[in-house]
């Protein structure tokens, strides 16, 4: 049974850093075709933040390039998002989420539809 659970998340001042962390279980890390960050502000559509494939190549949102890094750790099943000079823009519900296998969407894409496995998210709050 594959589970993702996301912890990291916190309240901070506009400028400010964060990492989030999705510990994943039930699934064989290092091969999994693409894993991601995703998220979700009231009121608005769930959207792709980074992406990694499985050998390490990247994806980000514009809104985040420069300012946010997607990294895993192979040995500790972890997934991580490095998050600096947050904005209150960065403020929503954030999630991990994993596609086993290509389904005929890109990693890089970061469609929500393409991904299988979610986590139940961990807020992220940024005052100005």
């Known amino acids: 049974q594959v589970q993702l659970v996301e912890s990291g998340g916190g309240s901070v001042q506009a400028g400010g850093s964060l990492r989030l962390s999705c510990a994943g279980s039930?699934?064989?890390?290092?091969?999994?075709?693409?894993m991601g960050w995703f998220r979700q502000a009231p009121g608005k559509e769930r959207e792709g933040v980074a992406t990694?494939?499985?050998?390490?190549?990247?994806a980000y949102a514009d809104s985040v390039k420069g300012r946010f890094t997607i990294s895993k750790d192979n040995a500790k099943n972890t997934l991580y998002l490095q998050m600096n000079t947050l904005k209150p823009e960065d403020t929503a519900m954030y999630y991990c989420?994993?596609?086993?296998?290509?389904?005929?969407?890109?990693?890089?894409?970061?469609?929500?539809?393409?991904?299988?496995?979610w986590g139940k998210g961990t807020q992220v709050t940024i005052s100005s």
């Open positions: 990694i494939y499985n050998f390490g190549g990247t």
């Open positions: 989420a994993v596609a086993l296998v290509y389904s005929g969407s890109s990693c890089a894409e970061m469609y929500t539809n393409a991904m299988r496995y």
């Open positions: 039930g699934y064989t890390f290092p091969t999994t075709y693409c």
